[in-house]
């Protein structure tokens, strides 16, 4: 790494990074590499950053340096027809997913995606609410194009619809949360948009009898069931159920309280969870049915709080998250897996030195 | 060469095997093992082993050939169409020839011409057998024993079907030959006197030829080559003259159809070999038998292998039952071998058991009381494992019984 | 000890097979090429499996795990003296969780056999690979099987939410679990599709499918491969992904019928497609598939009426292979996958490689999402045919790669397709996966010489360990 490079690369920490960091934004994936070459020879921690809008509170060592893919965003190859998106990972999910609704397909991603980037949604193993269809992102990233903490530029997968040439990479990335390498470039498995689509609010009880929605969810005010095939199914269902139908998927506002924790457990404990953020005083939530997520918002930070739903999901055999605290030194993950010295292996796998975000993934890896 | 048998399995039903693996799942021994080794795919492979000089006919193949139920369940889903039962026939002959220890020398003597083949060494094992049942000896902790308990009441004075003349009722449609069978004249008579009577009832001269004997099919299946091949030219004389030659065994029909493989003369036997439930399935649906009215009373179906897999005999025993006014009920959609596969019983008891276990608890998870087999070997295998509570039969008996009840309904 | 001595201290008499002759059985899977053998195990536990593992790892001996053995690129063949790991006596459906719609099973489970056991329920496992009868959902873990209805439900892998791996080091681990999104890096997607090179799994949890209440099958004709290709093309672009759309050509057809006899038309293409869903959505979807036949100039069009329609049509599919070994001592099998609107150019590339070498081939393949198989019908004791095959189906990898495709979509890369991986891959690529292969099994005692080629972990690329801070600046 030459200072020169520095110099050229360097941007203003974006909002929400610590001030102090050195914050490059390379102008294609093999600078990107160097970067992470020349970190770990240096041993300075690095931190990948794409939008910044999944970030989560703080973990782990605080990162030196922090790279921003803000350079890489492309749009490479669009295939509508064989339904594959080739984007770089610095591309904005909004811009994406307005690309491809042109021709009535999506990738998707989160419907919430102010500010966020591809490689971002990915890493940070974000999923829409409408995974309870088309299942979590991880199951459409065909191809990934990642520099390794080491430096290395390296192609896994491929931009077919299935594939088993080759371990499977590109869902390693998923959810990696940046401790793997930097993702340069993505193939996506994209779907078509079914003709018409409706939200439904609605009992929970009656969710059962809905065959396969976008998704099931609901907030403190109220559960809505989202549909979507061809009208007749629309109409037919929303008839069945007895349920108004409102044109159109009017998705839930994302939560805004500073301290949001989330709570994954199996799918039949959905009603069980939000009983548990009720009780602990959520101020918002978002339940996922049928998947097992239960995102809550909470008016301010309490470790007691934090401490009896962890204890009650992780009792359940799931997790409680931390998405955003309002407080500093919290503990993100709560009880590591308990393939931890599995995962740790793995990343050194990609990153020898343990450069990229140490500590970030859960059980300190 | 590897082999010393004739009979010895060929190269071309080696090589027909892909190894796909299908079959795997339809055979009853890899089912309960898990092995290869004791899979169809398996065998042949050990059998090709052999045949190319990479291993010799020792214990352990022996072993391997021996645990074969010769179900040929794996037969119907093979899709290269290997004569996997054949092959292990061969397989047999081969072990029985190279490896002749005392208890398959005893096993050849008993199978043969002077063992089953006689019609005075049956005779003796019926009065023993039917001395042993009124002496209570099945209760006796002894395995020999126990198998009585699967046996029919049989009478102290001998029953035989030998030199049976029966003419036809109304039109006369051919003659049949009718294979008493060695085990099923002397303990099984209730299934030929059915079989005589629908017969003839059906339009055919029923003979039930005094010059024949065992059709040789346990013999062959143990390797016993000499037994197979004399008892099978026996028959094959005793039949030449019928229209058809009609077993009411599953396990004889089976072997009648592949009897060129042990005689000369045996393709024209083959070509008239007919199993009992064939030949008064097909009188039924031509309406020379009668449709019962329906009694709503349920019969388990049980598939003995050899109708099913062998000859893919199906519906014939189901169409026999429902025209007799009962409503056949499935108990199993492979057909597994309930495990009493010949002498397999008393050569590998524990399977056998195993299997009989599983079959009884289809059964009796089917609600049905009455069940129909049409080979005696299942039938006895059932009544072991089922007790008391459960009657079982040849589905010809079912009918026969029906009609003769709805015969006297009607003279009263 | 000896190696089979000190197996036979930790299993029973009956779990060890140590025979010259049985060794000879276990050489060979579904696949063309043999391997060679030192011991078989049957392990009835977890515990067992990992004790297996460990004696195993002790004496150095590779440790291959095998459930059917209907592989069809050699996964389940040791290369070197190995230890073939039984997986088939852990069979055990444990438990159903209706609510949650999933299954903890064995690895020996048969993939058909679950489908069945959870039918009362409104329930089935949703990958079907052609040999659902006779393969185990542990076998399906390995390669990530596939099937005609991955097209809507995706591979295995999507099915599958936690797993327990026996680690190179003989550890028991879990890795998933029943809620979404477990925590720490993804290590089932890893595992799923290893072919055992990661671990052997003992125990796992799957995705139970909801049965469709409406299924509607189509059959339709056409007079060129290429018509039938661009009625998918056309299907996907109306915005309908059907459960499954297939594809066979004349003398697949030609093979089928004469094999089963299932009523399909003799003709150049014939193109099966199948919608599921909601009663009030299957009839306009397949209003979508025919219109797209009609477009596309198909010459027939049915739709089967009933159940018995419906299964005719599929037993006309799933017995394609049957059908080819019906006919053929030999058959040789790929499974390379293309972009969908490169399907025709890659047909036709695959006939005229076909025709030069004077082999005679039969397609049938899942034309929903690319998947080509090409099958090789010969006579290996034909002289120099073998070579020939060999010869023509390095050249059908090398045009599907050559179109942006891929080595395998389902089958696994195994032994067969392994010193391919070059033409996909860089080195580098290559070595980034040695190294997370190496990860979890430092030694290389796992299914060794699979999936990657000879020399893929190249220690020239660890540039950071060779390279002093002051050479970069």
């Known amino acids: ?365 | 060469m590897p082999w010393e048998t004739s009979h010895a399995p060929r190269q071309h039903e080696l090589d027909a095997c892909v190894t796909c693996g299908l079959c795997l799942p339809k055979c009853p021994t890899f089912r309960l093992t898990g092995s290869e080794s004791a899979s169809p795919r398996g065998r042949l492979a050990a059998m090709s082993a052999v045949a190319s000089d990479i291993a010799i006919v020792d214990s352990r193949f022996d072993e391997i050939m021996s645990f074969c139920l010769q179900c040929r369940a794996c037969e119907p889903v093979c899709p290269s169409v290997v004569p996997f039962g054949r092959a292990m026939e061969g397989a047999r002959a081969e072990t029985a020839a190279q490896l002749p220890h005392r208890a398959r020398k005893l096993r050849a003597l008993l199978l043969g011409p002077n063992g089953l083949g006689s019609r005075a060494a049956v005779r003796v094992a019926t009065l023993l057998a039917a001395v042993g049942q009124r002496l209570r000896l099945d209760k006796l902790p002894v395995r020999l024993m126990t198998r009585i308990s699967g046996l029919r009441r049989i009478p102290l004075a001998p029953q035989s079907h030998l030199g049976v003349l029966r003419s036809s009722v109304g039109e006369r449609i051919g003659s049949i030959g009718l294979l008493a069978g060695c085990v099923q004249d002397s303990w099984f008579g209730g299934v030929n006197d059915a079989a005589v009577e629908l017969l003839a009832r059906a339009g055919y001269d029923v003979h039930v030829p005094t010059g024949q004997t065992c059709c040789g099919a346990l013999a062959a299946h143990d390797g016993a080559v000499a037994g197979a091949e004399s008892l099978a030219a026996i028959n094959a004389a005793a039949f030449s003259e019928y229209d058809l030659v009609v077993a009411t065994a599953a396990g004889c029909s089976a072997h009648l159809a592949g009897y060129s493989e042990w005689t000369q003369s045996g393709a024209a036997v083959e070509d008239r070999a007919r199993d009992i439930t064939v030949v008064i399935a097909d009188a039924i649906a031509a309406g020379r038998l009668p449709t019962l009215p329906p009694r709503n009373q349920e019969v388990a179906i049980q598939d003995p292998c050899h109708l099913r897999h062998a000859q893919r005999i199906i519906n014939e025993p189901r169409a026999i039952v429902r025209a007799a006014g009962y409503v056949p009920v499935e108990i199993d959609p492979d057909g597994m071998c309930c495990g009493a596969a010949g002498i397999y019983v008393l050569t590998n008891p524990e399977t056998s058991d195993e299997l009989g276990n599983k079959k009884a608890d289809q059964v009796r998870a089917s609600g049905a009381t009455l069940v129909a087999s049409a080979n005696p070997g299942c039938e006895m295998q059932l009544r072991t494992n089922l007790g008391t509570a459960y009657e079982v039969k040849h589905p010809i008996e079912i009918y026969a019984d029906a009609l003769r009840s709805s015969y006297r309904a009607a003279g009263a | 000890m000896s190696f089979a001595a000190d197996l036979r201290a930790v299993l029973a008499d009956d779990q060890v097979l140590d025979h010259p002759l049985d060794l000879h059985v276990y050489a060979k899977d579904a696949g063309v090429t043999p391997g060679i053998v030192a011991a078989v195990v049957f392990p009835e536990s977890s515990e067992q499996v990992a004790a297996a593992v460990k004696i195993a790892a002790k004496h150095e001996v590779p440790i291959v795990a095998r459930g059917a053995g209907t592989g069809l690129s050699g996964g389940a063949v040791p290369t070197r003296p190995g230890l073939i790991v039984a997986l088939t006596r852990l069979n055990q459906i444990e438990e159903v969780d209706e609510a949650a719609r999933t299954a903890w099973v064995g690895p020996g489970v048969i993939n058909l056999d679950l489908s069945a056991h959870t039918m009362p329920l409104g329930l089935h496992y949703a990958p079907d690979p052609s040999s659902q009868s006779a393969c185990t959902i542990g076998g399906n873990v390995g390669t990530n099987a596939g099937g005609p209805h991955c097209l809507a439900e995706g591979t295995t892998v999507s099915h599958i939410l936690a797993l327990e791996l026996i680690t190179a080091e003989g550890e028991i681990v879990m890795l998933g679990g029943a809620e979404p999104d477990p925590l720490g890096l993804d290590l089932v997607g890893v595992v799923v599709g290893s072919e055992g090179t990661m671990g052997l799994v003992t125990r796992i949890l799957v995705k139970l499918t909801e049965n469709p209440p409406e299924v509607r099958t189509l059959l339709l004709a056409f007079d060129s491969i290429e018509a039938a290709a661009a009625a998918v093309s056309a299907v996907i672009a109306a915005g309908v992904v059907p459960a499954a759309m297939e594809l066979m050509d004349q003398p697949m057809i030609e093979a089928v019928e004469n094999f089963k006899s299932c009523g399909f038309p003799i003709t150049a293409a014939v193109l099966i497609a199948e919608v599921a869903g909601h009663p009030a959505a299957v009839d306009s979807e397949a209003a979508v598939v025919a219109q797209a036949g009609r477009d596309a100039g198909a010459t027939e069009i049915r739709i089967a009426a009933t159940e018995i329609e419906r299964d005719l049509i599929w037993l006309g599919r799933k017995s394609a292979f049957g059908a080819v070994a019906y006919a053929a001592p030999d058959y040789y099998l790929h499974d390379t996958v293309v972009p969908r609107t490169r399907l025709v150019e890659t047909m036709s590339a695959i006939y005229e490689i076909g025709a030069r070498h004077g082999i005679q081939m039969l397609n049938v393949f899942h034309a929903g999402d690319g998947n080509l198989h090409p099958l090789v019908a010969f006579d290996a004791k034909e002289p120099g045919m073998l070579e020939r095959v060999k010869a023509a189906a390095d050249e059908m990898v090398r045009v599907s790669i050559g179109v942006g495709g891929a080595l395998s979509g389902e089958h696994g890369v195994g032994l067969e397709k392994r010193d391919l991986m070059g033409e996909v891959f860089s080195p580098m690529d290559l070595d980034a996966q040695a190294r997370l292969r190496e990860a979890f099994d430092p030694k290389g005692l796992l299914n060794p010489d699979k999936i990657l080629p000879e020399g893929s972990r190249c220690y020239d690329f660890g540039l950071v360990a060779n390279l002093e801070p002051d050479s970069l600046k």
């Not at chain 1, 064989?82 to 909004?94: I, K, P, R, Y």
């Not at chain 1, 998927?249 to 009720?278: F, H, K």
């Not at chain 1, 962890?310 to 393939?339: I, M, T, Y």
């Open chain 1, 1 to 365: 790494m030459t200072a020169r490079a520095i110099e050229d690369w360097q941007v203003t920490a974006p909002e929400g990074a610590a001030s102090e960091v050195l914050a490059l934004a390379p102008p294609d994936l093999d600078s990107v590499a160097r970067v992470l070459e020349w970190a770990s020879l240096e041993g300075r921690p690095v931190i990948p950053w794409g939008g910044g809008t999944h970030m989560g509170p703080p973990t782990g060592a605080p990162p030196e340096i922090l790279l921003l893919t803000s350079e890489l965003n492309r749009v490479v190859d669009y295939q509508p027809d064989d339904l594959t998106l080739v984007v770089e990972a610095g591309a904005l999910v909004t811009d994406v997913e307005a690309l491809l609704a042109e021709r009535r397909q999506s990738a998707v991603l989160a419907e919430h995606a102010a500010g966020s980037t591809i490689g971002g949604m990915i890493a940070s193993g974000v999923s829409g609410y409408r995974r309870l269809r088309y299942g979590p992102t991880r199951e459409r990233i065909l191809e990934v194009t990642v520099a390794t903490g080491d430096g290395r530029v390296i192609t896994a997968g491929g931009r077919v619809v299935k594939n088993v040439t080759g371990y499977d990479i590109p869902r390693l990335m998923s959810g990696s949360q940046g401790a793997l390498g930097v993702i340069g470039q993505v193939c996506l498995k994209l779907w078509p948009v079914p003709e018409a689509s409706a939200s439904l609010s609605m009992e929970v009880a009656a969710f059962r009898s809905l065959y396969r929605p976008l998704a099931l969810l609901e907030t403190e005010r109220g559960a809505t069931a989202y549909l979507a095939g061809t009208a007749e199914e629309v109409a037919g269902q929303a008839q069945a159920v007895g349920a108004e139908a409102r044109a159109g998927l009017d998705w839930p506002e994302p939560l805004t309280q500073s301290t949001q924790i989330e709570l994954r457990v199996p799918a039949p404990l959905v009603a069980a969870a939000v009983e548990q953020v009720r009780a602990a005083d959520a101020e918002s939530f978002r339940a996922q049915h049928r998947v097992g997520v239960v995102a809550a918002g909470f008016a301010e930070w309490s470790d007691d709080r934090l401490a009896a739903l962890r204890s009650w999901a992780e009792g359940q055999g799931g997790a409680a998250v931390v998405a955003a605290a309002s407080k500093q030194d919290v503990d993100r993950w709560g009880a590591p897996p308990a393939s931890v010295e599995l995962q740790r292996r793995v990343k050194e796998a990609f990153d020898p030195r343990r450069i990229l975000v140490p500590g970030r993934l859960p059980g300190g890896v």
